[in-house]
Structures are given as C-alpha cells and as structure tokens.
C-alpha cells in the first residue's frame, strides 16, 4: 500500500524504534543506516527530542566497537521514554 515515498521517507516513531535497537543491540546495520539517514533528512525531529547529539555519538560509539556510556543509555532512555509517552498521549 505504500508509495515509494513512503517507504523512503522513514516515520520518526520508527526512529525511535530503531534507537531501542540500537541501545539493545551491539551494532545494527541497519538500524544504524535507517537513522544515520534519518538524521540527515529529518534533524527538527531528533533535536525536538534532544536527542541529536546523543545518537550521533551512540551510533558511532556502538559501531566503533565501544559500549555507549552509561549515562549516554540513561539519557537516550529517559528521552525516548519521555517522547513515548507525549506521543502516546498526543
Ligand atoms: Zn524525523
């Protein structure tokens, strides 16, 4: 049923879908690949959850090998959760 721009043009809840992926995953490709595009197409969306920065640095520290840092976790989890939870009520 979707066109091919829906199918290009990545829903931001799915974004942050693919953020849980990657805190629960060492490195997925193609979550990393879904977001670092999303990313760069659709910024007003992370930096309304303020969370650009962090998954930038998420996404290069996952997929360098390090373990994101604690705190990164805790911030990227207290964010998503927030934004679930707006969405859910909105
Ligand atoms: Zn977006």
Redesign the pocket.
């Known amino acids: 049923m979707s066109t091919p721009e829906e199918f290009e043009r990545?829903?931001?809840s799915a974004?942050i879908a693919d953020v849980w992926l990657l805190l629960d995953n060492e490195c997925d490709e193609q979550a990393r690949r879904r977001l670092q595009c999303?990313i760069d197409?659709?910024?007003?969306?992370?930096e309304?959850y303020g969370i650009e920065q962090q998954l930038k640095s998420l996404i290069s520290r996952k997929c360098g090998g390090d373990q994101a840092p604690s705190g990164l976790r805790e911030r990227l989890t207290l964010e998503i959760r927030k934004t679930v939870i707006v969405t859910d009520v909105d």
Do not use: F
């Open positions: 990545l829903d931001c974004v999303h197409t659709c910024k007003p969306c992370l309304h």
